[in-house]
């Protein structure tokens, strides 16, 4: 079944043009986590151009959208999920690349369902909104709109190729410290500094990160100090990011850092309370078997690569992670000098390495989906492992 290297190029030739309209009106239309209304109404309105029968809002979620080609979905076959991210960050436009990954999902999936007949899975084309802060999968997955997929698949905009974008476990704690108020100068005696609760707590995670193990991270702000010097602040708040290796040392983190909070309240006197903005991201589980089929991919592609480094950032990638596999190779954008998440990346998105990433990310996904279409013990192996792992009360293996 495999079409070929020289064939694969004639083949998403023919949406290369379609993937760079895209690509373009994306960089030109940034929309912010949650609020992609417009860039939902585009995407679905190509789609559905090209014949796909449009589910949208897909579980619920809004600016989401799942699109089915409908001679496909006659034959009822096992089902895989190419998925598109398209929220763009506040101030720094797509930074991410999801403007070329989008693209490169979108066009994959079009030549995949053009080329291949008799390809043995249904290849929908799942648009998952609201990434980049709220975890827009996750609200997805608590309606089912994951659960019928033998895997799903996305690529990364980077600086390098690597075979899979290695991420954290990750969640959050806003704690707000209480006191009293007091004048500072006429009766500071009868106040309580909350802002010396912050103050102190910083230092307490300060003096605990000697004691973390590798790959755990705590970083934070503080929200609210007070408003004025001449009043003692009744209110003060930290707001912090906690990141581990696995989900399951990410609670232990948590309770950590909850510790700490409660014990600089104490020595100052005051009150505590913590609450959580956002929901808990999971880790991605790099297994074998999964890595050495997109590094065959790459190397058969002729594109040069490194090792998946140290885990870096976090994602809802890995909650939908843990219910299917989930491939995640990195494309790079052959310019190693601009940082991810950076204004300098967003630019770069509109340039000849932004349709790089999306020609080249087109191409790694068709080659997955096509190798384990050819090999269907490929994917048994895959799901094994990938059910060990996540069955597994210990992973800290990874």
Partial sequence: MFQGV?????????????????????NEHPEVSGQEKKTCEYLTGILKDYGYRIISPRARMKYSFCAIHPEKEKQNLPKIAVLCEYDAMEGVGHGCGHSATCAASIISA??????QADLPFQVDIVGTPNEEIGGGKIKMMEHGAFNEYEFAIVTQAYPTNEPCFTTL??????????????????????????????????????????????????????????????????????????????LNRLMELKQKVINCAEGCAKAVENRVNYSQRNPDYAEVFVGKEKNK????????????????????????????????????????????????????????????????VMVNGAKVIMRIIEKLSENKELIDAVKKEHADYRSSKNTEKQ
């Fill in 169 to 246: 476990a990750s969640n959050d704690l806003l704690i707000d410290f209480y006191g009293k108020q007091a004048h500072s100068s006429v009766n500071p005696w009868e106040g309580i500094n909350a802002l010396n609760g912050v103050q102190l707590f910083f230092h307490a995670l300060d003096m605990m990160r000697i004691t973390l193990r590798e790959g755990d991270q705590v970083h934070g702000v503080i929200l609210d100090g007070g408003k004025i010097p001449n009043v003692i602040p009744e209110k003060a708040t930290a707001y912090v990011y906690l990141r581990a290796k696995t």
């Fill in 6 to 26: 020289s064939n694969m190029k004639k083949i998403l030739e023919k949406y290369r043009d379609k993937g760079q309209e895209i690509l373009d009106w994306l």
């Fill in 110 to 115: 079009l030549a995949l369902n053009d080329a």
């Fill in 293 to 356: 089929i997109v590094c065959d991919v790459l190397e058969e592609l002729g594109f040069q690569w490194n090792s998946t480094s140290v885990a870096r950032g976090s994602s809802d990638i890995g909650n939908l992670d843990v219910l299917i596999p989930v491939f995640n190779p990195m494309i790079s954008t052959g310019v190693e000098e601009v940082p991810l998440y950076s204004r300098e990346f967003s630019d770069l998105m509109k340039t000849d390495a932004g349709t790089r």
